[in-house]
C-alpha cells in the first residue's frame, strides 16, 4: 500500500509528465490559453490514456510476450491508440452526447500526443503489475490535467501583461514552463 | 469486391509484410542484444574481480534475487565470492544492483546494473560513487546512504536483502 | 521549387523545431547533453528519409494509391512504427550506451508530429526523389536546432561537450577562470524550457529585425 502511495505521489507531482518527462508538450503549448479546453483536454487524455495502457499492457503481457514478438511493441501500441482513439469517439458520440461536446475536438488531436504512447510503454519497461499500471497511469493523468490547468490560469492573465515583442507566444509560455518546472523539482525532496 | 474490403486487405498486407521485416532484422539484433545486455552484467563483475581467477557459474535467486554468480578461486590463496543481483522498488520503478560479497563477509564492490529513472533527472544514481569504501563491512550498510537523494531507500533495502542471507549461503546452502 | 529550395527550407525557413513548433517533447528530453541529440538526429534522420521514401513511392503509384487512400493515415503509421522499432534493435544491439540514455524517446519518434507532418503534406503528394531531399533538409533542419538547444544547455549545466563516446571537450576552464561552478540546472527540466524558450524569443527578435529592414527598403524604393 505505502509503495501505491509512494508510485501516485511521484507519478503525480515528482515525475510530472510535462514538467520533468516531457511528454505532452504539445497540447501542452497548443491546447492551454484557455481554462476550458485545458480541462477538457486534460479530461480526454486522462481516459484515453487509461483505456489505452490497460488494453496494451494486457495485448504485451498476454500476446506479444506469450509469442515472444515483444518487438513488435512499437507498432501494436500505435495502432491500439489510434483504434481505441476512433472507437472512444464513436462510442460517445452515441451514448453520451454532452459528454462528446466537450471531449469530441480534443480526441483526434491525442493519437499523436507522445504522453499516451510514452505512458503506455513506461507502464512496461518500469515492469508494473496490473494495479501498479492502474494507479500509475491514473495519476500521471491527473498530473498533466493539474499542469494544464494551472498553466491556463497563468496564460489567461498573461494576455493582459506587458510582454516584450520577441517573446510573445510560445517563449513566454516556454519560460514560464521553466518556472513551473523549477517548483515541481523541489517537491523531489519530500521522498 | 466493395473498396472498404480491399483498402482493409491492404493495410493488413503491408502490416505483415512489417512484420516480416522487423521480424528478420530482429533474428539478426536479438543475439547482439542479448550480448550488450550480458556484457554490462560481466562487465560489472570483472570490476570487482579478475574474472580470470576465479571458476563461475550462475544460480537463479527467487523473489527480490535475480542471478547469484557464485564465483569460485581457483587458486587457494583466493577467496570465494558471491555476487547477487537483486531488485528492489527505486522512487520510479525497479533498481538492479549487483552486490560482490566475499567469504569474509565483506562487500567486495557494488554496481547498479539497471535503472528506470527519468532521463537526464534520475541519472544521478548511475553516476553516483556510492562511497565504496565506507561499505565494506556488511555492519556497515548505513555507510551508502548518502548516495542519491530519490534511490536511498531502495539501496539500503538492497543491502539489507543481502546482509540477511550472506551468512547462510556461505554456510554451504548455495554453494553448490 | 527547385532541389535547392527544397533542401534549405527545412533547414530555415520553414524549420520544423524553431518556426513550425513541431516535435518539442524529444526535443526538450534528450538535450542534455550533444551527443544525445546527435543520437536522436540520426534516428530522426533515417525514419524521415525513408518514410518519406517509402511513402511517396505508394502513393505516386496512381492504382496503389487509390486502395490506399482510405486507409492512408494507418498505413503511415504502420511505414514509420516499423522503421522506429528498427532504429531501435540496431540502437540496442550497437549503440548501446545511447540506447539507455535516450530511453523511451526512440518509441517516441513514432509520434514525433514532424514525421507524420512531412508524409501527409509533402511526401503523399511528389515524386520519390524530391521527397527524400525534403526528408534529408527537414531532418538535418531538426537536427541543427536540437543541437544547438544542447550545446547551449550541456556547456551551461556541465562545462563539456560531448560529441560522441570519448570525444569530449572539457570547457570548465571558463567557469574555473570566471571562479563560478557549472550552473546545474541547465541540465535539469528547468534549463530545457528556459533555453528553448530564450532560443525562440531570440529567433523571432531577428526576424522582426529582418521584416522591419525590408519593409523600410520597401517603403524607401517606393
Not at chain 2, 503491408?14 to 516480416?20: A, E, F
Not at chain 3, 539507455?100 to 515524386?127: H, M
Not at chain 3, 576552464?173 to 546545474?184: G, N, Q, S, V
Amino acid at each position: 500500500m505505502d509503495n501505491l502511495i509512494m508510485l501516485a505521489f511521484s507519478a503525480f507531482i515528482i515525475e510530472n509528465i510535462i514538467l520533468s518527462q516531457f511528454l505532452g508538450i504539445c497540447p501542452f503549448l497548443g491546447v492551454s490559453t484557455k481554462r476550458s479546453s485545458a480541462l477538457g483536454m486534460g479530461m480526454a487524455v486522462i481516459f484515453v490514456m487509461l483505456i489505452s495502457s490497460s488494453v496494451t499492457w494486457l495485448l504485451y503481457k498476454y500476446v506479444l510476450e506469450a509469442f515472444d514478438i515483444t518487438y513488435m511493441r512499437t507498432i501494436v501500441f500505435i495502432l491500439v491508440i489510434a483504434s481505441l482513439v476512433q472507437m472512444v469517439e464513436t462510442f460517445l458520440k452515441k451514448v453520451s452526447p454532452p459528454l462528446y461536446k466537450a471531449l469530441g475536438i480534443y480526441l483526434p488531436l491525442i493519437t499523436t500526443n507522445c504522453a499516451v504512447l510514452g505512458v503506455a510503454i513506461l507502464n512496461i519497461s518500469k515492469e508494473h503489475n496490473f494495479l501498479e499500471m492502474l494507479v500509475y497511469t491514473t495519476f500521471i493523468g491527473l498530473g498533466f490535467l493539474f499542469v494544464m490547468y494551472i498553466f491556463s490560469m497563468l496564460r489567461e492573465k498573461l494576455d493582459f501583461a506587458p510582454v516584450p515583442k520577441a517573446f510573445k507566444g510560445a517563449p513566454i509560455a516556454l519560460v514560464i514552463a521553466a518556472i513551473l518546472a523549477i517548483i515541481f523539482s523541489r517537491f523531489g525532496g519530500i521522498i | 469486391m466493395n473498396k472498404g474490403l480491399i483498402s482493409g486487405l491492404v493495410l493488413l498486407t503491408i502490416g505483415i509484410v512489417c512484420g516480416l521485416l522487423l521480424a528478420v532484422v530482429n533474428y539478426f539484433t536479438a543475439p547482439k542484444i542479448q550480448e550488450v545486455e550480458d556484457a554490462i552484467k560481466y562487465e560489472a563483475l570483472a570490476e570487482f574481480y579478475t574474472l580470470a581467477d576465479y571458476d563461475l557459474s550462475e544460480v537463479e535467486g527467487s523473489g527480490d534475487f535475480g542471478t547469484i554468480y557464485i564465483l569460485k578461486a581457483k587458486t587457494t590463496e583466493g577467496l570465494d565470492a558471491f555476487v547477487y543481483t537483486v531488485n528492489a522498488e527505486g522512487y520510479s520503478g525497479v533498481i538492479e544492483m549487483l552486490i560482490a560479497v566475499n567469504e569474509n563477509l565483506e562487500v567486495d564492490g557494488y554496481k547498479v546494473v539497471k535503472q528506470t529513472e527519468t532521463p537526464g533527472y534520475g541519472d544521478k544514481i548511475v553516476g553516483h560513487d556510492f562511497n565504496v569504501e565506507i561499505a565494506t563491512d556488511l555492519s556497515g550498510f548505513e555507510g551508502v546512504a548518502g548516495a542519491s537523494l530519490y534511490s536511498t531507500p531502495a539501496v539500503l533495502e538492497i543491502f539489507q536483502l543481502v546482509a540477511d542471507r550472506v551468512e547462510a549461503d556461505f554456510g554451504g546452502g548455495l554453494s553448490e | 521549387m527547385n532541389n535547392k529550395e527544397n533542401f534549405f527550407k527545412g533547414i530555415i525557413k520553414e524549420n520544423p523545431l524553431f518556426v513550425s513548433l513541431l516535435g518539442m517533447c524529444p526535443s526538450l528530453a534528450v538535450t542534455t547533453s550533444l551527443e544525445n541529440a546527435i543520437g536522436m538526429t540520426l534516428g530522426v534522420f533515417f525514419v524521415l528519409v525513408l518514410s518519406n521514401f517509402i511513402i511517396s513511392l505508394i502513393m505516386s503509384n496512381s492504382k496503389l494509391a487509390d486502395l490506399v487512400k482510405p486507409v492512408r493515415i494507418p498505413v503511415y503509421i504502420v511505414v514509420i512504427a516499423t522503421l522506429v522499432t528498427i532504429v531501435e534493435m540496431v540502437m540496442h544491439a550497437y549503440l548501446p550506451s545511447l540506447y539507455f540514455s535516450l530511453g523511451v524517446f526512440i518509441p517516441l519518434i513514432v509520434v514525433n508530429c514532424i514525421i507524420l507532418g512531412r508524409a501527409e503534406a509533402f511526401a503523399s503528394s511528389n515524386k520519390p526523389l524530391d521527397s527524400v531531399i525534403d526528408g534529408v533538409g527537414m531532418a538535418l533542419g531538426y537536427g541543427l536546432a536540437i543541437m544547438t538547444i544542447s550545446i547551449f544547455r550541456e556547456f551551461l549545466g556541465n562545462g563539456t561537450l560531448t560529441v560522441w563516446g570519448d570525444l569530449q571537450v572539457n570547457l570548465t576552464f571558463i567557469f574555473d577562470f570566471l571562479k563560478i561552478e557549472p550552473i546545474a540546472m541547465f541540465v535539469q527540466p528547468v534549463g530545457a524550457f528556459l533555453t528553448f524558450g530564450l532560443i525562440l524569443a531570440t529567433i523571432t527578435a531577428i526576424a522582426n529585425n529582418h521584416k522591419n529592414k525590408l519593409a523600410k527598403k520597401v517603403a524607401n524604393n517606393g
